[in-house]
């Protein structure tokens, strides 16, 4: 009996999704450029994903996939929910695949907001992520507004760098870091 390589086949559609996007642009994605880019026919597309809204929505879910990777090393490392939030992306370093990989997802995720849209499962899968990430720095700390501020610092230092913008003198930073965190220590018990 043989199986069918699902998983590696859905990988790759989201692959050729997210380098059309990155390539080309939303006007070019349809379904029929993004299977021919992963070398499956339209159909095999439609067995994982059932519109362009799901397939768009399946790309927002891997970014969400991906990040929470990187999360769960960051927090096996000692690290809490919030310092792994408000850490810059390093998509120069060589050994973080991972890191690659979520900095290449997140472009192509900006990429589906090109243009005028209407999707609705790709407007939930975002409201998800993003809830999960709030949620979880609300549960790190007990004024909700510290909460929403690194949320919202982490995510405008985030979109610098995407959009290659020069970033805070590290030295600032970790202090920003440090006011933010109000010596706080995250993740325990309060």
Same mark, same amino acid.
């Given at each position: 009996?043989?199986?069918?390589?699902?998983?590696?086949?859905? =990988?790759?559609?989201?692959? &050729?999704?997210?380098? +059309?996007?990155? =390539? $080309? #642009?939303?006007?070019?994605?349809?379904?029929?450029?993004?299977?021919?880019? &992963?070398?499956?026919? $339209?159909? #095999?597309?439609?067995? !994982?994903?059932? /519109? $362009?809204?799901?397939?768009?929505?399946? +790309?927002?879910?891997?970014?969400?996939?991906?990040?929470?990777?990187?999360?769960? !090393?960051?927090?096996?490392?000692?690290?809490?929910?919030?310092?792994?939030?408000?850490?810059?992306?390093?998509?120069?370093?060589?050994?973080?695949?991972?890191? +690659?990989?979520? !900095?290449? /997802?997140?472009?192509?995720?900006?990429?589906?907001? =090109?243009?005028?849209?209407?999707?609705?499962?790709? =407007?939930?899968?975002?409201?998800?992520?993003?809830? $999960?990430?709030?949620? #979880?720095?609300? /549960?790190?700390?007990?004024? @909700?507004?510290? &909460?929403?501020?690194?949320?919202?610092?982490?995510?405008?230092?985030?979109?610098?760098?995407?959009?290659?913008? @020069?970033?805070? &003198? @590290?030295?600032?930073?970790?202090?920003?870091?440090?006011?933010? +965190?109000?010596?706080?220590? @995250?993740?325990?018990?309060?």
């Amino acid at each position: 009996m043989t199986t069918r390589d699902t998983g590696g086949t859905r =990988d790759r559609i989201l692959d &050729a999704l997210e380098s +059309l996007l990155l =390539d $080309k #642009g939303m006007s070019q994605v349809t379904l029929e450029s993004v299977a021919a880019g &992963a070398g499956v026919s $339209k159909g #095999g597309l439609l067995y !994982h994903f059932k /519109s $362009k809204d799901a397939l768009l929505a399946g +790309l927002i879910r891997r970014l969400g996939e991906r990040a929470d990777q990187q999360l769960n !090393h960051a927090v096996a490392a000692g690290r809490s929910l919030a310092e792994w939030y408000l850490q810059a992306p390093q998509p120069d370093d060589a050994d973080e695949a991972l890191e +690659l990989a979520v !900095h290449r /997802s997140m472009l192509a995720a900006m990429r589906t907001l =090109d243009g005028p849209q209407d999707f609705d499962e790709t =407007d939930r899968a975002l409201d998800e992520v993003m809830a $999960k990430w709030q949620a #979880g720095l609300d /549960s790190e700390f007990a004024d @909700p507004v510290q &909460a929403q501020l690194v949320g919202l610092v982490g995510d405008g230092v985030y979109l610098r760098a995407l959009l290659g913008l @020069p970033q805070v &003198a @590290p030295e600032l930073y970790r202090r920003v870091v440090a006011r933010l +965190l109000d010596g706080t220590r @995250p993740g325990l018990p309060r």
